[in-house]
């Protein structure tokens, strides 16, 4: 049976949004494609239609994750601080499912196909980007500097948060990290 063009975006769309969700969840190597399939409610056989391999659903689910769709990221549209609030918050770090790729996937993407690698390195560059415009520096080198800092913090804390069995040394990280990057 054919389906519309439609459909198949659609179905592309639910597959990216479910993977990223699981990969989040579980790690690349954690989820398999027969499980991604079933969470988007398609069968395993209807993977290749839509990508070439695991690898290219776990690059193309990154891309999917890190692309605003409006075009505007986070620090742009609240500012650095703001940002960082929501960012370094016990929500943030105890939802997998929705939580930042680099925080809960960056050491796995380290070892990652190099379209993975290259959607970070992007996403990367553009988030830096992005806290610039927000970050706190008299000149344009100061402000990347900062931004560079305090996103490295960031996503430090929140790692070491999640590691963290200890409830309280996790806030605390969380709480120390955010006072340490200031308003």
């Not at 993977?19 to 989820?31: P, Y």
């Not at 290219?56 to 601080?81: E, K």
């Not at 960031?154 to 990057?181: C, F, H, N, Y």
Request: proline share 2%; glycine share 8%; charged share 25%.
């Amino acid at each position: 049976m054919k389906i519309s063009r439609e459909q198949v975006a659609k179905n592309r769309e639910t597959i990216l949004r479910e993977a990223a969700r699981l990969f989040r969840q579980r790690g690349f190597d954690g989820v398999t494609v027969a499980e991604v399939m079933n969470a988007a409610g398609l069968t395993h056989g209807a993977f290749y239609g839509y990508f070439d391999s695991k690898e290219d659903l776990v690059a193309q689910a990154a891309n999917h994750v890190l692309t605003p769709t409006d075009g505007v990221r986070g620090a742009d549209r609240v500012g650095m601080a703001a940002y960082a609030d929501a960012y370094l918050s016990a929500a943030h770090r105890d939802d997998l499912s929705d939580a930042c790729l680099f925080s809960s996937l960056g050491t796995e993407a380290v070892r990652g196909s190099g379209g993975l690698r290259h959607t970070l390195t992007e996403s990367l560059r553009a988030q830096i980007e992005s806290f610039s415009r927000s970050a706190p520096g008299k000149t344009d080198a100061e402000k990347r500097r900062a931004a560079i800092g305090s996103w490295s913090a960031m996503i430090g804390a929140m790692l070491l948060s999640r590691i963290a069995d200890d409830p309280a040394l996790s806030d605390e990280v969380l709480r120390q990290t955010r006072a340490w990057i200031g308003d």
